[in-house]
């Protein structure tokens, strides 16, 4: 078995505890370099998490021959770049959500590795969190019947608690995120629908700046036939009272319900008459179920957790429901 020898490229707040510090807990892979532009804050990076390289330029990560594996954790605007850069490199790549500004840049990766026939898998980490395997254990299961409609309510106020507090906000700035914060949010939600329900048939939405407080468009709504019949209806708000927000997922069939938040740690569920409440703790480190599963296929062991084709459809869903050409 290869050791995935990993570098970071933009070891920011996500990487503090969701990912960074599971490359080193994942058996057959460790991180041995990190880059943040701030060479101050790459340097106290990897003080503080025990990395032995740290550096302030990307290109000099990428050159490091010790690497063989790329964790792309930037903003949007440069995963692309990235990306590219290693593939053409021979590494494999790990690229955070959304995965590109859009559904063009993302089939430009998807041509790129390939082209380059390399490995390449998108964070859509939730597909590997118990929580959201126990869903898709039900809805395999039959518990709630035949699948009818999906309908999701994100509503959040202008400053959502679930988004990390930066000094820049570049989450909505969509030069740098391709939107705003239903660019942040929605592809973990967007990408469960298609782990669950399998290839759209059409989609369609809207969305416009309500609040005029930011660049970018704060209200989103869309829709998805699925393939199977089974309709998505979707609503994000990011300009709601404090006492408004709510962030639920409802599965209807013709025998039940199931009910949970994306961003939550439970699943209510009934069938018939008998009635369930779930609750899970999630991982210390959130990504690291699925970390281990992308050294597995790394290794040639499993297949792609999560590949740039689907990606490439969740941003094509997204770019309509945002009304990008």
Known sequence: METIVWGIIGCGDVTEKKSGPAFNKVPGSRLAAVMRRDAARAEDYARRHGVPKWYSDAAELLNDAELNAIYIATPPSSHLPYALDALKKGRYVYVEKPVTLNAAEAEAMAAAAKAAGGKLVVAHYRRRVPLFLRI??????????????????????????????????????????GG???????????????????????????????????????????????????????????????DEQIDSIEIVGTRGRITFACFGNYIKWHSDREHHTEEFVHPEHIQQPMIADIVRYFNGETSNPCTIEEAVTLMKIMDAFTGKP
Request: aromatic content about 12%.
């Open 180 to 242: 705003g914060y239903f660019h942040d949010l929605a592809p973990h939600q967007l990408d469960l629908m298609l782990y669950y329900f399998g290839e759209p048939a059409q989609y369609s939405g809207y969305s416009l700046n309500q609040a005029g407080t930011t660049p970018a468009d704060d209200h989103v709504c869309g829709t998805i036939l699925f393939k199977n019949n089974i309709v998505f209806n979707g609503s994000w708000s990011f300009n709601v009272g404090d």
């Open 136 to 177: 898709k254990q039900l809805l395999d299961d039959g518990v709630v019947g035949d699948v009818r409609t999906v309908q999701l309510r994100m509503w959040q106020s202008r400053k959502p608690a679930l988004v990390a507090k930066v000094t820049d906000n570049w989450r909505v700035n969509p030069e740098l995120s």
